[in-house]
T-cell receptor
Framework: AQSVTQLGSHVSVSEGALVLLRCNYSSSVPPYLFWYVQYPNQGLQLLLKYTSAATLVKGINGFEAEFKKSETSFHLTKPSAHMSDAAEYFCAVTAGANSKLTFGKGITLSVRP | GAVVSQHPSWVICKSGTSVKIECRSLDFQATTMFWYRQFPKQSLMLMATSNEGSKATYEQGVEKDKFLINHASLTLSTLTVTSAHPEDSSFYIC????????????FGPGTRLLVL
């Protein structure tokens, strides 16, 4: 079985500041890790995905995440926040033959002008 | 690419009626589709997994007779909420995948259901 922990429920940053959203996972087999973003009343949009090809994964909208096995982490970062980044962010994991995603509880990102 | 649509986006119905929600993969063939439910300010809860041409696999606690899922083709899955009650009001989201370990799930825009 696998699980994801997203500590905290809300992160607030100033426009132009670094964005760091934390995700830790647990899996007994090598995991596949995902970050999704959800805007109000919409579905989820894939930001990026780790599949073991490279530990530093670059995604859309300037986001990237680094897979650190020793820390069981897959934190999401963006060098400079934009107002349009305000949304809900979900980290998710799947592993083994099971294609089901296990989601974290999500983090709300607010961006201050 | 990898676009998933849902219809309707909003539905309001009376208690006791049935509601059908469609999920379509527009530009790829989805071997596997998933149905989720999301409550306000919460994460997604997987309801069931469906593979084309076979019966859906429901998560523990999800009533299969209440939430009927059909995955008749590689581009269409439907969720029917039978005899809906106010407690079924929620945001329902589907996702589609080509299937297999680690394959990306592409999500639809969601359907807001309100049962009066």
């Amino acid at each position: 079985a696998q699980s994801v922990t997203q500590l905290g429920s809300h992160v607030s940053v100033s426009e132009g500041a670094l964005v760091l959203l934390r995700c830790n996972y647990s899996s007994s087999v090598p995991p596949y890790l995902f970050w999704y973003v959800q805007y109000p009343n919409q579905g989820l949009q894939l930001l990026l995905k780790y599949t073991s090809a490279a530990t530093l994964v670059k995604g859309i909208n300037g986001f990237e995440a680094e897979f650190k096995k020793s820390e069981t982490s897959f934190h999401l970062t963006k060098p400079s926040a934009h107002m349009s980044d305000a949304a809900e962010y979900f980290c998710a994991v799947t592993a083994g033959a099971n294609s089901k995603l296990t989601f974290g509880k999500g983090i709300t990102l607010s961006v201050r002008p | 690419g990898a676009v998933v649509s849902q219809h309707p986006s909003w539905v309001i119905c009376k208690s006791g009626t049935s509601v059908k929600i469609e999920c379509r993969s527009l530009d790829f063939q989805a071997t596997t589709m998933f149905w989720y439910r999301q409550f306000p300010k919460q994460s997604l809860m997987l309801m069931a997994t469906s593979n084309e041409g076979s019966k859906a696999t429901y998560e523990q606690g999800v009533e299969k007779d209440k939430f009927l899922i059909n995955h008749a083709s590689l581009t269409l899955s439907t969720l029917t909420v039978t005899s809906a009650h106010p407690e079924d009001s929620s945001f329902y989201i589907c996702s589609a995948s080509v299937g297999g370990p680690g394959e990306t799930q592409y999500f639809g825009p969601g359907t807001r259901l309100l049962v009066l």
